[in-house]
């Protein structure tokens, strides 16, 4: 019998802990509102189709079928439905959408940490321009500052990158893909011998850093500028030197690092990724980056988008819980209903006792180190 049990990796939430996080979105969903973001609301049951671009390396989805067969999962992500949705509504691009919500994701039995998150975030659509990357990390400053969180990491890092990279040094298949796949495990004896053909090439300098290109910005930059220059490589650079300067400026406060040697966090961004980090917690506050190719996995037109979401769960943890604040029972008894309603508008913090003896509430008062006020004496 299992009924007085969780699954493994979900939990309840109450009290002041709850409350906290109802706050924290609020702010979130306030800051989207103002910035002319619109609400989109998707189900919570999708078929699993939608997510056959997700790459489901550390997780796999809850999955269960419905009367016909068909395959449903809890989903396991809240882009790709907002893709679905723009490709079966005709709904006019440009687009700016906000959205809260739980996602679901079954990690592995002892990774400690839970399999149902909460995210709030938004989604851009139909600009291909790096001003709406700069909105998405304007939103997501923007919202750390709200949260009280002033010394944010922003973790910058190029989806395109390594295959850019990889596709100019001209190896045999599969050289190239093992040679990413290496750098990406950090498997760096496989690396080596991998690379190690281009030693006597203009690449070496590039090739020797690469595991290692991740953490101060303009270090990066410099070993990446040892690169020949492709047309591609360089708007890369220069994107990413641009979206270094928007920060420096919109949030001084802020850290920027980047990461060249690791694997896009989502297998949908073909650009710009970015996720924000406080402290020396490995848990992100936000997740986000581009996706130009994903609208063509619903529909045949091409559209660019980029998004991103805030974990809210990781800003709850990071949010001081406030103290229990005090408060009043108002006793009254049955015919005294609309006074105890006037109190209960008058007074702060105040909530009804519904207990039937004048006894019983005083106890109730007592064991929660309540105030009291009795409306019975008045009379
Ligand atoms: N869905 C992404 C975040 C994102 C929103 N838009 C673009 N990216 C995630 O869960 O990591």
Known sequence: MKNKNLPNGTRDEFGTQAEVKEQIQMKLLKIFKERGFRKLTT??????????????????????????????????????PVARVMSTTGVDLPVK????????RVKKRLSGSYNQTTQAGIEIIGYKGIKADWECLAVALAGCRAMNLNDVTVEISQAKFVDTVVQQLNLPEPTGNSLKQAL?????????SLWSPLKETEFAPFLAEWPWLFGDFDKVISVVQTLPKTSELKKIIDDLIATKQFINQQFPDDQVTL?????????????MAFRGFTGKSA???????????????????????????FDVDALVERTPLPPEPKQTLIYFDDQQWQLAEQKL???????????????????????????LIDLTESR
Request: aromatic share 14%.
């Open 345 to 371: 508008a008058e007074v702060p913090n105040a909530t009804l006792c519904l207990a039937e003896t004048k006894q019983a509430a005083k106890q109730l008062a007592d064991s929660n180190d309540s105030d």
């Open 283 to 309: 848990d992100y506050l936000f997740s986000g980056g581009r996706y130009d190719n994903l609208l063509t996995n619903f529909q045949k037109v091409k559209a660019s988008a980029v998004g991103l979401a």
């Open 43 to 80: 189900p919570v049951v999708e078929y699993s189709d939608v997510f056959e671009p997700l790459s489901t390396d550390n997780y796999r989805p809850y999955q269960f079928l419905d009367e016909q067969g068909e395959t449903l999962v809890l989903r396991p992500d809240l882009t790709l």
């Open 184 to 192: 990406f495990a950090k498997d760096l004896s496989r690396y080596e």
């Open 259 to 271: 990461d060249l040697s690791v694997r896009s966090p989502q297998s949908y961004y073909t650009g």
């Open 97 to 104: 959408w906000y959205y809260s919500g739980d996602v679901f």
